[in-house]
């Protein structure tokens, strides 16, 4: 028996200053929860069919809650120079859940363990914010160049615990994981006709912490492509 219920929502609205000026805002995401209820009776037995031992379990999931939530905030400005605009966006992206599991053994028979339960608790959580600056200038009548920024913050957490009924086991474990993310892009495209190339150049830079660790990255990636628009149907890239 899985009783629950799921939940979806988006919400999504622009609003244009003047012809210069836009201004763009989303948010949207799901949340479910359930109720999980089973039950199980397990045996083992050698091969000739005796008994090595049996068990009943109860087991349920009594709040089993994830919810995802994603919004992003936008700032387009167009000048007065034909063809050139910035654009200014911020992104978040979250993630919440709840799992309780929860065993209980029952009708057991020389069984090779000493509980009589089994309670995990999990809560997890991941949040990630997005900050991007991108311009694009013309040089001239088919030179556009682009460049821009970006900066990524991810978080990844989690905890669980765990207790063995009737034992003295017990655990707590924690882990956190965070990034950092910056990068510089630059790119110069050229338009003629039927031909179009562009040259460009990304530099990132990433910075990975744990629990007893952590690492500097840094990437820089050229870009080269050329197409040729063969005709409405077909182009050469």
Do not use: C
């Amino acid at each position: 028996k899985s009783p629950g219920s799921v939940h979806y929502a988006d919400v999504s609205m622009s609003y244009e200053t003047d012809s210069l000026n836009l201004l763009s805002a989303s948010i949207g995401g799901y949340f479910y929860d359930l109720n999980v209820q089973d039950n199980q009776h397990i045996t083992m037995t050698d091969n000739s069919g005796g008994l090595l031992y049996a068990y009943d379990i109860h087991h349920r999931m009594p709040g089993y809650l994830h919810h995802s939530w994603n919004g992003r905030l936008d700032y387009e400005h167009r000048t007065r120079r034909e063809g050139e605009r910035w654009n200014v966006s911020y992104m978040m992206a979250l993630t919440r859940q709840h799992t309780d599991n929860e065993a209980e053994y029952a009708n057991m028979v020389t069984v090779p363990f000493s509980y009589t339960g089994d309670v995990t608790r999990t809560r997890e959580k991941f949040t990630e914010h997005t900050l991007q600056l991108d311009w694009l200038h013309p040089l001239g009548k088919g030179h556009p160049m682009e460049g821009g920024t970006k900066y990524i913050h991810r978080m990844n957490q989690s905890r669980t615990m765990q207790e063995l009924t009737g034992t003295a086991y017990n655990t707590d474990t924690r882990f956190l994981h965070r990034t950092q993310v910056a990068s510089l892009y630059g790119d110069y495209i050229y338009r003629r006709k039927d031909w179009s190339a562009r040259v460009g150049l990304r530099y990132e830079y990433s910075r990975m912490q744990g629990d007893g660790f952590h690492r500097n990255l840094h990437d820089v990636v050229p870009q080269l492509s050329g197409k040729w628009q063969i005709n409405d149907r077909q182009s050469l890239k």
